[in-house]
């Protein structure tokens, strides 16, 4: 069963149109990605769907709820995380839950969720003493204080290093877990990859495609790669003269070898049926980052950015 339903979604500032045709519905229980780069319309769309933001045409249905006509109502169903901490210095991680909390009917117990956060040792800790990961966490806390039916998480692990990366997509399974949908923001390919049962990727205020990330994998015809340091004698026409093989290049004593999906097996056979020996043997197959490219034309992210990189 469907709990957000977005049709034709359309949202202008002035004359720049954010949001042009943004149709997707995300089902109970799920964790659904809306994956783009920045500027894509990402932010503005769950911002209409959390009734911060009026949409200038389409529909929008939250919970069965109108988020504009019953925004009372679906703030206390839907936990939203702030992009950008938003909390005065001196407010200590306690007091802003303690807070944030009386906002609700349905109220979390505060000293399970700093535990389950990991905030446990900086409940009297303020704000600003706090480091990345932390105000990250609380962010999170913040959202799921409400016991909400629906999370909404945007540009979650922005700024984070690999290992609070990792503990908060760790953290994002935990809350699916309990049962609660996750609506999960993001640029990061590697992040949608690992995290979203779908996802929606959103390129200029279009939605590109909608599917499971081996769905959009699956639809990109893209290389894969090989590559491999021979031990003996290797001339690379035997590689180039294979049917599967689309080329052979060298870099110092490695072989990359590209082609379709049957490029391993291939090179694999024809190593072996020389008796040519080889190490470091590594694959690369396509990944989220070619399906972007491949279906909207260009990258995610500059290679800096990208959550794989790091
Ligand atoms: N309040 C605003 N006034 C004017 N233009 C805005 C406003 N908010 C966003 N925009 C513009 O609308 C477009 C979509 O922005 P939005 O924040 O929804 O994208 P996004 O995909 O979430 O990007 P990011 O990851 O950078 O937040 C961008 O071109 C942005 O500059």
């Known amino acids: 069963m469907p709990v957000i339903e977005v049709e034709h979604l359309h949202k202008r500032y002035g004359d720049k149109v954010a949001v042009d045709d943004v149709s997707f519905t995300v089902e109970q229980g799920e964790i659904f990605g809306v994956l783009g780069r920045n500027g894509a319309g990402k932010t503005t769309t769950v911002e209409c769907v959390q009734g911060l933001r009026r949409a200038d045409g389409g529909t929008v249905r939250v919970l069965g709820l109108d988020p504009i006509r ?48 990991g905030l446990a040792e900086q409940r009297d800790t303020a704000f600003h003493k706090l480091s990345g990961g932390q105000k990250q966490r609380l962010s999170v806390a913040l959202a799921l204080v409400g016991r909400p039916e629906i999370a909404i998480l945007d540009e979650l692990t922005t700024g984070l290093d690999p290992k609070g990366r990792r503990d908060t997509w760790d953290l994002v399974e935990r809350i699916r877990d309990r049962g609660v949908t996750v609506v999960l923001v993001t640029h990061f390919m590697a992040e949608a990859e690992r995290l979203c049962d779908r996802l929606a990727l959103i390129d200029a205020g279009r939605v590109v495609a909608i599917d499971t990330p081996a769905g959009l994998m699956s639809r990109v015809d893209a290389e894969h790669r090989v590559h491999l340091r021979p031990l003996d004698h290797l001339d690379d026409a035997l590689l180039t003269a294979l049917p599967e093989v689309s080329s052979v290049r060298r870099d110092g004593d490695e072989v990359t070898v590209t082609g379709g999906e049957e490029v391993l097996q291939a090179v694999l056979s024809a190593l072996t049926e020389r008796k040519i020996r080889y190490a470091g043997l590594r694959v690369d197959q396509p990944t989220l980052d070619d399906a972007f490219v491949s279906l909207t034309g260009h990258p995610a992210t500059p290679p800096a ?6």
């Open 70 to 117: 019953d925004r009372t109502e679906v703030r206390q169903r839907v936990g939203a995380q702030l992009q950008e901490s938003q909390l005065p210095d001196k407010l200590r991680v306690r007091e802003a839950l303690d807070l944030y909390r009386s906002f609700y009917r349905n109220r979390a117990d505060i000293d399970e969720l700093l535990a389950d956060l």
């Open 305 to 310: 950015l990208d959550g794989r990189s790091s």
